[in-house]
């Protein structure tokens, strides 16, 4: 199984500012499958990114991804009041398909 | 527009099941791969079973296996979950998820999710 770690667990920030979530994985992620989600409280999660770097349908620009291997960056460049929510990674490459803790982007 | 209706969810003893379902419309359902993800009270995503477009290949979470079994009737438009010998550590909110594509493992659609609470 392919743990994910990410840090930090919370990110105290203020809108406008830049915000840089970081997820590890404990082997290799194959061919840097990696997804990064948005969930907002009482709401389902929403896909951001895939592929490392690939965006969803519909989602701002400002919010970005890479890394491959072991290491992966979600950065949101500047952050939006509705960006402050969990963010979760998720890798899909291998069986059984794990999830990141989470990161919690809090307004400072 | 896609939608994914989440349902079969409540309160049950440890030891007891629940069906959950899910239905599905907005999109070809035959076409895409189906999942169940789950997330504890207060707590983060875990992925609980995933089953590919047309069925045939089936993956369980160890937590679940030999307990759960996940299944989906393309003529419906559905995907099911039966959970056997439910436990406290069950409970969750239950999430119904889209596989981008027939075999992919990411989620791009999810539901509204459906609460199952395992308690005595």
């Known amino acids: 199984e392919i743990v994910l770690t990410q840090s930090p667990g919370t990110l105290s920030l203020s809108p406008g500012e830049r915000a840089t979530l970081s997820c590890r994985a404990g082997q290799s992620v194959s061919s840097s499958y990696l997804a990064w989600y948005q969930q907002k409280p009482g709401q389902a999660p929403r896909l951001l990114i895939y592929?490392?770097?690939s965006r969803a349908t519909g989602i701002p620009d400002r919010f970005s991804g890479s890394g491959s291997g072991t290491d992966f960056t979600l950065t949101i460049s500047r952050l939006e009041p509705e960006d402050f929510a969990v963010y979760y990674c998720q890798q899909y490459g291998s069986s059984p398909w794990t999830f990141g803790q989470g990161t919690k982007v809090e307004i400072k | 527009e896609v939608q994914l209706v989440e349902s079969g969810g409540g309160l049950v003893k440890p030891g007891g099941s629940l069906r959950l379902s899910c239905a599905a419309s907005g999109f070809r359902f035959n076409r895409y791969s189906m999942n169940w993800v789950r997330q504890a009270p207060g707590k983060g995503l875990e992925w609980v079973s995933s089953?590919?477009?047309?069925?045939?290949?089936?993956y369980y979470a160890d937590s679940v296996k030999g307990r759960f079994t996940i299944s989906r009737d393309n003529a419906e438009n559905s995907l099911y979950l039966q959970m056997n010998s439910l436990r406290a550590e069950d409970t969750a909110v239950y999430y119904c998820?889209?596989?981008?594509?027939?075999?992919?493992?990411?989620?791009?659609?999810w539901g509204q999710g459906t609460l199952v609470t395992v308690s005595s």
């Open positions: 592929g490392a770097s």
């Open positions: 998820a889209r596989g981008y594509g027939s075999g992919s493992y990411f989620y791009d659609y």
């Open positions: 089953i590919n477009n047309s069925g045939s290949f089936i």
